[in-house]
């Protein structure tokens, strides 16, 4: 633990961070050390809990023939878990085989279902692989964007303590999280920039793939403010068409995305409802009538889960909810001392999450959602300039990391 500590801290600088591949060459060091653990802990674990038939069979070592049934059941096997369930579903099947599927965006299942036709209808290890690739780029793309307001040693802090948080294995799994942050990173990275129209590109592939997606244009806006404000005030308002055309690929494509899961749900919007809409706007009508949630007030789902901790106080609710306050209470401290457009996206998903509400389990799944407030852990980077600060971050976050994954595999917790 000392010794990574001290290896993040006294790696060279880039001498020209812009075109240098330092981030490459880091990401993908850290990505494989945890790629690497993250798959013997699960199959681990699987072969002591498992949930398919081959997970049960199939020893994990040594290999055995066939190859491609043995790297299923040790590498793919013990991810195929809660929502990449749905996510290989709806890329082998489309949407509307299952009742709630429309919840999920389409960006990642439809990547999901070109290259898994392209691997022979391997929609699982096509999920896998294009998780990994995105988690490269996406740690990749947090490295840059430190470094255009701090040093090397505080970048690589930030990508370490990203994937080292509690819920950083996430971005290991055939999930939409790598893709989604990727996205978000790449569009804040175009727009401190001055690619407008690389960002409205990246924030349309961002809304097109989960939920908090849209809200990376309250800080392209704002970003774009502090580029081009001067210039309205000055009595030059058109130096702002370009961009806002850019930045509208955004809201279009999440209202295209509404429009045709409207159709698949059948499910007209209310316009003349303004809460209903906002329902139809962040839910999926059908998901919302198999899970019973809804949208409201962000701290319904607080009282609801801590009512329910009174009264029946499991295992599950009072972690998630211990998590999940953690990380509230990071990400204000995050926007406090953060850029304003970086505590601007955060406290937007840190609102939209809590504002989701599940009443059979209270805030499932939102410590997953508020790991994707990148600030937390820029800021976390910041402060943690000894060794001694590093380690004990690793410290107290290697434990839960390796409890929650296997956690996970066990079927025993909701990420």
């Avoid at 009174?310 to 972690?319: D, G, I, K, V, W």
């Amino acid at each position: 633990m000392n010794h990574l500590a001290s290896t993040v801290e006294t790696l060279p600088r880039a001498a020209t961070p812009a075109r240098s591949n330092a981030p490459w060459r880091f990401a993908l060091r850290l990505h494989a050390g945890y790629l690497v653990l993250f798959t013997l802990l699960a199959a681990w674990t699987s072969s002591q809990v498992p949930k398919f038939v081959e997970e049960a069979q199939l020893p994990v070592w040594p290999p055995s023939a066939p190859l491609g049934a043995w790297f299923e059941r040790v590498v793919l096997l013990p991810l195929y878990r809660y929502d990449v369930l749905w996510y290989v579903g709806i890329a082998r099947d489309g949407y509307g085989a299952e009742r709630g599927d429309s919840v999920f965006h389409p960006l990642y299942p439809l990547l999901v279902g070109v290259l898994g036709r392209v691997l022979g209808d391997n929609f699982l290890f096509a999920a896998w692989l294009i998780a990994q690739v995105c988690c490269v780029a996406m740690l990749a793309m947090l490295y840059k964007l430190v470094l255009l307001d701090e040093d090397e040693a505080v970048a690589r802090r930030s990508v370490v303590f990203m994937l080292g948080s509690p819920l950083g294995f996430v971005f290991l799994l055939p999930y939409g999280e790598s893709l989604l942050l990727l996205a978000v990173l790449a569009a804040l990275y175009a727009g401190r920039r001055g690619f407008w129209w690389r960002a409205g590109l990246a924030g349309a592939a961002a809304a097109l793939t989960k939920q908090p997606g849209a809200l990376v244009l309250l800080p392209l806006l704002w970003e774009l403010w502090l580029e081009r404000g001067a210039a309205v005030r000055a009595g030059r308002p058109q130096v702002f068409l370009a961009p806002l055309a850019a930045l509208s690929l955004i809201p279009l494509a999440l209202l295209g995305w509404i429009l045709y899961r409207a159709g698949i749900d059948g499910a007209p919007l209310q316009i003349d409802q303004p809460l209903a809409l906002v329902d139809r706007v962040l839910l999926s009508p059908s998901y919302e009538r198999v899970w019973n949630h809804s949208v409201s007030w962000p701290w319904v789902a607080l009282q609801m889960a801590l009512q329910q901790a009174a009264e029946n106080p499991t295992f599950y609710l009072l972690f998630n909810l211990v998590l999940v306050l953690v990380f509230a209470l990071l990400a204000v401290y995050a926007a406090l001392r953060t850029r304003r457009s970086y505590a601007i996206f955060g406290l937007a998903v840190l609102l939209l999450r809590l504002a989701i509400v599940y009443p059979k389990l209270p805030l499932m799944a939102a410590a997953r959602h508020l790991t994707l407030i990148f600030p937390i852990f820029v800021e976390l980077a910041r402060w943690a300039r000894r060794p001694s600060a590093v380690a004990l971050i690793l410290l107290v976050n290697t434990p839960l990391w390796v409890l929650i994954a296997q956690m996970y595999v066990r079927n025993a917790f909701v990420p």
